[in-house]
């Protein structure tokens, strides 16, 4: 069995286009190095990250946006809990999503950002890192498009105005006996189109494999962890893989400390139609693939599975 590729992003794109492809059609991840995030915007969003987890819980907490589903601004410890799992996860997150100008077409559907007052310089960065996610997103979708034989900009309309979202996210610490190897996060998959994470050199990140092995995502330092979410495997009628995984603490000392990343959610655009391109469905089986449906419609549908809508 190959491993999960581990590809440079200032390389041409045909030239990785396959074995990325390889990747996610295999294990629903890899592995991107040259991503083009500014290695000091990296180390300035994940100070400003950690002064805002420090806070005071009554200031995190006015931050807090009941029935908003989460999307914007703060969710507390015990909100969130991945689908058909028993307990919530061990974690608080803040959430960045896209700022609209005024009058947008999504706007009804895309709320507006909440931004802490007690972090100066956090909007500002934070839109920057927003900013180059995306970019680095649409270089990694430009490599799926080729390995799929399509034109390379096949997906540029598809997530113009994408309902994506920057996650800041803080595993508290644990203690007692039982901190080493607990479940920080359980077993799900993602929503969305892909999701590109900050943050996963440290050991925890795990993924399920077709043999029902747990396997350790291992991270070059200041790479990103690409995985194929749920819309994209709905998509490709599951040619690319929208793969369960879990973050469990590690063994020895780091699993008594805070556990701090950046997950950016890459999604289409809420009006987009998710429906299976006409290469992935098996000429054997041609109705065997799921009905259409919009991106916004499938969103809600799953966060409500989560307890997050």
């Known amino acids: 069995m190959s491993d999960i590729a581990i590809v440079s992003l200032a390389r041409p794109l045909p030239d990785v286009a396959s074995e990325l492809g390889r990747s996610f059609e295999e294990y629903g991840f890899g592995v991107v190095r040259d991503h083009g995030i500014p290695a000091e915007l990296i180390r300035r969003a994940e100070e400003m990250s950690r002064a805002f987890f420090a806070l005071p819980e ?52 895309m709320a507006p950002n909440v931004w802490p007052e007690e972090i100066p310089g956090f909007r500002a960065t934070f839109e920057a890192l927003y900013a180059a996610f995306e ?19 096949w997906f540029a309309d598809t997530v113009r105005d994408g309902n994506s979202v920057m996650r800041l996210l803080h595993y508290p610490p644990l203690d007692g006996a039982d901190a080493e190897g607990a479940i920080r996060a359980a077993a799900h998959g993602d929503i969305n189109t892909i999701t590109l994470l900050l943050g996963a050199e440290e050991a925890g990140l795990e993924l399920l494999t077709t043999a029902g092995e747990w396997k350790a995502v291992d991270v070059p330092e200041g790479a990103l ?85």
């Open 58 to 109: 009554e200031v995190k907490r006015s931050y807090h946006l009941p029935g908003k589903g989460g999307a914007r601004g703060y969710t507390p410890f015990g909100t969130e809990r991945a689908k058909d799992a028993a307990v919530h996860d061990l974690k608080e997150f803040w959430h960045v999503g896209r700022s609209l100008p005024e009058g947008h077409a999504f706007s009804a559907v």
């Open 135 to 153: 970019t680095a997103g649409a270089r990694v979708l430009e490599a799926v498009a080729l390995h799929l034989g399509l034109p390379q900009d």
């Open 225 to 309: 962890v690409i995985n194929i979410g749920d819309m994209l495997d709905r998509l490709t009628n599951g040619r690319l893989r929208s793969t369960t995984h879990r973050v469990v603490n590690p063994r020895g000392e780091a699993a008594y400390r805070s556990r701090y990343s950046m997950p950016f959610f890459l999604h289409f655009r809420p009006d987009f139609v998710i429906e299976t391109l006409p290469s992935c469905i098996d000429p054997a089986h041609p109705d065997d693939h799921p009905a259409p449906i919009s991106s916004h419609e499938f969103l809600q549908q799953r966060l409500r599975e989560i307890n997050l809508a």
